[in-house]
């Protein structure tokens, strides 16, 4: 008999290795007349060596019985050895993984003590604990490929004493590595156990992988199909974080979101023929948060002859269809998807919409073909237009705005009729009020129809928005002050209403030394030099409207002083007497 009682949590083994005969070891807990038998080994192989190994616990007294195996006896050798475990051995003593992302370490003298039970049924041996706090909702990946064991992984949520286990893999094929794959919640942190499997041990070599999902992964994020065009993503790091459930297949991951709005009633055809993997789409009605399933397709499109889903429906005029695709069984990879949706009604220049000065016109121009549209000859890169029209009842300046937009647009304006029109104006993504989208002023006669054709760069499409106003001329109400000196340098203040952001100020012939235009209704403007007198001051808008305010400004030559005499010389202590005359 022998008896061990290390002082910490640690790996014991117990080997006889030098004796003489077959030997056998058997290890007890508890007190001698009271002993219960927790792990034994016999001899193995030709050299007689028995040996155990196992996790003790601090100040338990382990008794040890070592004897021969099948009534042997001889020359006995045994040997213990108590080795500290890796820090990582508690769940309290956890590597976190989020920054280092990787870890390698030998597991040899890890204990079980403290290890959660894993659903897997793996029964991890000689594990060891990290931690994993993504920042954002994101695909984790973690493997254990370059380990020299088996080995088993289990991934857990809560705090050490307080775990829940919500995923596990153990070793898989000849390479023994284990992989686990999942969606993670931003600033949650999970809990990671890592060790061998079927006992085994050695040099571990864990891996965590953090990849931001596709821009998409989220409703919120829905790309907008444009009708006719596919669209190519990898969806290996979608989540499942958001995603509903489809009603046709339950086994479903790796979800994104796109959208699909009709403009008119007619078929619309979303098919992902061409997807590496098998597909499940659903269709959705309202709005994120607030879904109605529509239609679902598992695995089947009456458009391809394989596994990837396709579904056909009559869209409603004017409404946003929500589309979530992903693989059955959570796969992912290469998505194809693409839908198409009939042209709006004003598609072409036959069905243009009379424009309302004043109205703000919406359209999705996602399903908008280039079939009759004129070439602007400001944008060559030109197409998905759309027709609008527009009579003004008498003559009057008007401004064409896409203002709103979420894509970069060309506006061209025509005068004759349709299939015999001459582009009267063309803007290409140069508005003066926002970025990106185009804008047309002029002088429109009336009773004249203007047709005009709005469209995207490249092709490129979106919700357009636009509308036509009558555009006031520029007015001054107050001017202050309304003199300064012939020498220049006055700051003027010019209060009123229709000044352009870039408008001009001149007094009389000179142009002002500087100008600045606040919210088209206040003018801060420095006068030039310029000869005394009366003069007027002319506001001009690029667009060629200005405003006059006669005689609006008075330069007045400066003060002149005159001394008689120049100089004379004095006797300290007497008196000097000068004339001085003062004008201006």
């Known amino acids: 008999w022998y008896t061990l009682t290390p002082a910490i949590n640690e790996r014991v083994i117990i080997k006889t290795a030098g004796s003489t005969f077959a030997t056998a070891l058997a290890i ?37 019985l070592a004897g021969g195996y099948g009534g042997q006896s001889g020359t006995l050798a045994i040997t213990a050895t108590l080795t500290n475990p890796p820090a990582n ?9 989020t920054t280092v992302k990787t870890n390698i370490q030998d597991l040899t003298y890890a204990t079980e003590l403290g290890d959660a039970i894993d659903s897997c049924g793996a029964n991890i041996s000689h594990g060891v604990w990290y931690t994993l706090t993504p920042a954002i ?9 370059g380990s020299t064991f088996a080995t088993a992984l289990a991934i857990y949520t809560g705090t050490c004493g307080a775990l829940t286990n919500i995923l596990c893999n153990s070793y898989c094929c000849a390479n023994g590595v284990a992989s686990v794959d999942f969606s993670s919640v931003s600033n949650v942190t999970y809990h990671i156990l890592a060790g061998g499997y079927g006992g085994q041990s050695g040099t571990l070599a864990i891996t965590a992988t953090l990849t931001n999902p596709p821009a998409n992964d ?8 444009v009708s006719g065009v596919t669209n190519t993503e990898d969806t290996t790091y979608a989540t499942e974080l958001g995603d509903q459930v489809p009603t046709c297949q339950g086994s479903f991951g790796r979800g994104v979101w796109y959208t699909v709005t009709t403009s008119t009633n007619g078929p619309v055809t979303i098919n992902t023929c061409g997807s590496g993997f098998s597909t499940v789409m659903e269709v959705y009605t309202g709005t994120c948060g ?62 243009a919409v009379a424009m309302s000065l004043g109205t703000n016109y919406k ?28 009579t003004p009842p008498i003559s009057e300046r008007l401004d064409i705005s896409t203002c709103g937009s979420d894509f970069g647009t060309v506006l061209a304006i025509y005068t004759g009729a349709c299939g015999s029109l001459s582009q009267f104006l063309c803007a290409d993504r140069t508005s003066p009020n926002c970025p990106n989208e185009a804008d047309l002023n002029f002088q429109a006669l ?52 229709g000044f352009a952001s870039d408008a001009a100020v001149s007094f009389g012939a000179l142009p002002a030394a500087y100008v600045s235009v606040t919210g088209g209704t206040n003018i801060t403007a420095v ?54 005359q003062v004008s201006g």
Not at 363 to 390: E, H, M
């Open 28 to 64: 007890y807990t508890g007190t001698c007349g009271a002993l219960t038998n927790i792990l034994c080994n016999s001899y193995c192989c030709a050299n007689g060596v028995a040996s155990v190994d196992f996790s003790s616990v601090s100040n338990v007294t382990y008794h040890i």
């Open 89 to 97: 051995d508690l769940c309290t003593g956890a590597i976190d993984l």
């Open 137 to 145: 909702n994101e695909r984790v990946i973690i493997k254990t490929a």
């Open 218 to 225: 989220l409703c919120t994020g829905a790309i907008d199909l």
């Open 290 to 351: 607030a879904l109605t399933n529509f239609l679902c397709a598992d695995r089947s499109s009456p458009f391809c002859n394989n596994s990837t889903a396709g579904l056909s429906f009559s869209g409603a005029s004017n409404t946003t269809y929500y589309v979530l695709v992903g693989g059955l069984n959570g796969s992912g990879g290469n998505l194809q998807i693409v839908a198409n949706v009939p042209p709006p009604p004003n598609d072409t220049c036959a069905g």
């Open 363 to 390: 359209l999705n121009t996602g399903a908008a073909t280039s079939t009759g549209d004129l070439v602007p000859n400001c944008q060559s890169s030109f197409g998905r237009g759309v027709w609008y029209k527009i």
């Open 446 to 497: 009336g009773g004249t129809t203007y047709y005009i054709l709005v469209g995207g760069i490249a092709g490129s499409s979106g919700n357009l928005q636009i509308a036509a106003n009558m555009v006031l001329p520029p007015m001054i109400t107050n001017l202050s002050p309304n003199q300064g000196l012939t020498n220049g340098g006055t700051l003027v203040n010019l209060a009123g209403s």
């Open 527 to 580: 006068t030039p030099p310029s000869p005394a007198g009366p003069v007027n001051v002319v506001v001009a808008n690029p667009d060629g409207d200005s405003v006059t305010l006669t005689n609006g400004f008075t330069f007045t030559a400066p003060p002149v002083i005159q001394t008689q005499p120049l100089s004379q010389s004095i006797i300290m202590g007497s008196n000097a007497q000068f004339q001085v």
